[in-house]
């Protein structure tokens, strides 16, 4: 691979502060209807601009400087809204700036406040219409001193002010709406901005997102959680199924992280982004032969990432067993054959264990970096992960005899994966990284000269640099692929306790051994969150309510739009550090997975919803094969029995869970846990 690939030219040291991604004090809440995409950038630190509104290109990948409200002078400046009464300027302050969710008739919508003399401004955004590409702004502003005072609103570039007279009664309120449209052809879009009437919420926006998954509980921390994630991953998604890998920040695209987000929002009942994210996966980002793009390129067999087919066929299933729509599978099925088919080529197979070897991992560290040819542990999860749900796919369009083989080969692979005395992916009781062709562990990495790494970052430092552990090994636990309770699970959560504040004190687990490390030290929130994933289903309550508190406390935890990692980076050539779609699918599927336990399969529903130590009450609404799923939980009276109650029957509460019939109408779900 060509180390050119790891070396990003935009200096965000260039420019205006607001080039920067990671300003102190900033918070970035995310919006859109495939359509237009926007952020609303809020910094209370006074290094950016207070109160700015990035509106992006929705099929254009790029850095922060290049979304289309972006000044390459003033950077965010000319979004702010004033207010001008007489020679006075009321403008927001970092310091008296607040911003939070809201709804404008149940559509996701950023409030933010600011305080200025006796002026009170509530702006309140929001795209108000799932047909075009339009942002709404909402000003409200509320004198708090008596009297009546004639004042202008104004915002856009000094050389062009866009100008709203407004008067202020008393302590009316008094609004105003702005709005900001897309137009021109696809590769030349630009913003127009003008006053206009309020627009409420239309019909259509409002039914879409009133079909999507709701939650409440006992934690606001875990209410914030899901209704970031909630609000936020429809919006990373366009109409045409692209969503960027990392906003502002690697401007390229994963099947991986795709799969992730496509099975994160199938959870959450957005059907219709999920296939068109499905379908443009298998037809542009899937080869004829099953190889699977990442970092928006094909790469050679030996740096190809196999566990990427696994987590595509994985998302295939979700997808058909929350629908019903089989159809996609037959329209796609040569390609869906090439993808399960591709990991078990010769060329990937050891012979001695019948594994999956090249020189890639799972964090995309290469030969370049150390990566010897042999068996990544996540490799043989996914593709046996994988070719599982291959294989009950193909039961569904007839193919038998593929789905008896696939059967097989998920099965193979199992075994040698956990079984073989030699090279299986279990060394001291707890899962590892990887082995060698020679059936070693491979316990540490040395770059090459070459390596490009910039000065300072851990793997430039002097050895040993280690792989384990790493935050992977715990997703063998994550998808019950071992027992979550048994020891080989314990050990390796044991193991990857290490990870937390490995050179930081403010919490988090790094993605794996900072020692070997490329980038810079510090915490990942989606890594973080495998493992928040595994200590759930391990019954280890106290460290996932650790790992969900501190996402509610970082940097980005009050939007809930978290940046890749929390330390310093050099850049260039490392890109600026963006925010990470796949968190907001983890979060998503941490929810409804493993909290709610909601779990369809072809035919029938797994319920096996559990209560986190702590917390006394569930309740959520979710859409299944187009039926609403609606389900509460409590934590039992000391008297009383943990039951499940469906339809008005009860069954004994354990935690296995039950399985039901697919439903074939609306379906209410009560649920008495445990005391």
Wanted: overall charge negative; aromatic content about 8%; proline content about 7%.
């Amino acid at each position: 691979m060509d180390v050119a690939e790891h070396i990003y030219k935009d200096d965000p040291q260039q420019g205006p502060p607001d080039a920067r991604t990671t300003l102190a004090g900033v918070e970035y809440f995310f919006l859109g209807n495939g359509l237009i995409q926007a952020g609303v950038q809020v910094c209370t630190s006074g290094e950016g601009t207070p109160v700015g509104l990035l509106v992006l290109h929705p099929d254009r990948l790029g850095p922060k400087r290049a979304a289309l409200t972006f000044d390459p002078h003033h950077g965010l400046a000319p979004t702010v809204v004033t207010i001008r009464a007489g020679t006075h300027v009321f403008a927001p302050r970092p310091a008296a700036v607040d911003a939070q969710w809201t709804d404008v008739g149940g559509v996701p919508a950023v409030q933010v406040t600011w305080q200025d003399g006796d002026l009170r401004v509530v702006e309140v955004f929001y795209c108000h219409d799932r047909r075009s590409p339009c942002l709404r702004r909402i000003i409200r502003v509320r004198k708090s001193s008596p009297g009546n005072l004639r004042a202008v609103l104004c915002t856009g570039a000094e050389h062009a002010p866009l100008e709203q007279p407004i008067e202020l009664t008393g302590d009316a309120p008094t609004e105003a709406t702005l709005s900001y449209e897309l137009q021109g052809k696809r590769k030349d879009r630009r913003v127009v901005v003008e006053w206009l009437a309020a627009t409420p919420a239309d019909a259509d926006a409002a039914r879409y997102w009133a079909g999507l998954g709701a939650l409440t509980c006992s934690s606001p921390t875990l209410e914030h959680l899901f209704r970031a994630a909630r609000n936020q991953l429809p919006a990373a998604v366009t109409a045409t199924g692209m969503m960027d890998g990392g906003i502002w920040q690697y401007n390229l695209e994963w099947v991986r992280d795709q799969a992730c987000a496509a099975s994160a929002l199938v959870c959450l009942g957005a059907f219709d982004s999920a296939r068109t994210m499905l379908a443009r996966l298998l037809t542009e980002f899937v080869s004829d032969e099953g190889g699977c793009v990442d970092s928006g390129r094909r790469r050679e067999p030996a740096d190809v990432e196999l566990d990427q087919n696994g987590y595509l066929m994985t998302a295939l299933e979700t997808y058909v067993n929350w629908t019903g729509d089989a159809e996609m599978l037959r329209r796609h099925w040569p390609r869906i054959v090439a993808l399960a088919e591709f990991p078990l080529r010769a060329q990937f197979r050891h012979g001695p264990s019948g594994l999956l070897h090249n020189r890639r991992e799972y964090w995309e560290r290469h030969d370049v970096h150390g990566i010897q040819d042999g068996m990544e542990l996540t490799h043989q999860l996914y593709v046996a992960v994988g070719l599982d749900s291959a294989a009950r796919l193909a039961g569904l369009v007839g193919q038998q005899e593929q789905a008896a083989r696939w059967t097989q080969e998920s099965q193979r692979i199992r075994g040698a994966m956990l079984g073989n005395a030699r090279y299986s992916q279990v060394e001291r009781g707890r899962f590892i990284k990887r082995r060698d062709v020679s059936g070693a562990v491979q316990e540490t990495i040395t770059p090459v000269a070459e390596a490009g790494l910039p000065p300072g970052v851990p793997l430039a430092d002097a050895g040993p640099h280690y792989l384990d552990p790493d935050t992977s090994a715990v997703l063998p636990i994550v998808l019950e692929f071992v027992d979550p309770r048994g020891e080989l699970a314990r050990n390796t959560l044991a193991d990857v306790e290490r990870l937390w504040n490995q050179r930081w004190d403010h919490g988090g687990y790094g993605r794996y051994h900072v020692s070997s490390e490329p980038d810079s030290p510090g915490p990942w929130p989606f890594a973080s969150l495998f493992v928040a994933r595994a200590y759930f289903e391990a019954g280890e309550d106290d460290k996932v309510w650790r790992i969900l508190n501190w996402l509610r406390s970082v940097p980005g935890g009050r939007a809930g739009a978290w940046f890749e990692f929390y330390g310093p980076r050099p850049v260039p050539p490392c890109p600026q550090i963006g925010v990470i779609p796949w968190t907001w699918a983890e979060i998503a599927c941490f929810f409804i997975h493993h909290l709610l336990g909601v779990r369809p399969g072809c035919t029938e529903l797994l319920l096996r919803p559990r209560l986190l130590a702590g917390l006394d009450r569930v309740e959520a609404r979710l859409c299944l094969r187009g039926h609403a799923l609606r389900i509460a939980v409590r934590r039992a009276d000391r008297s009383e029995p943990a039951q499940i109650v469906v339809a008005g029957e009860s069954h004994p509460y354990n935690l296995a869970g039950i399985r039901l019939p697919m439903p074939t109408a609306n379906l209410e779900v009560q649920v008495v846990a445990p005391a």
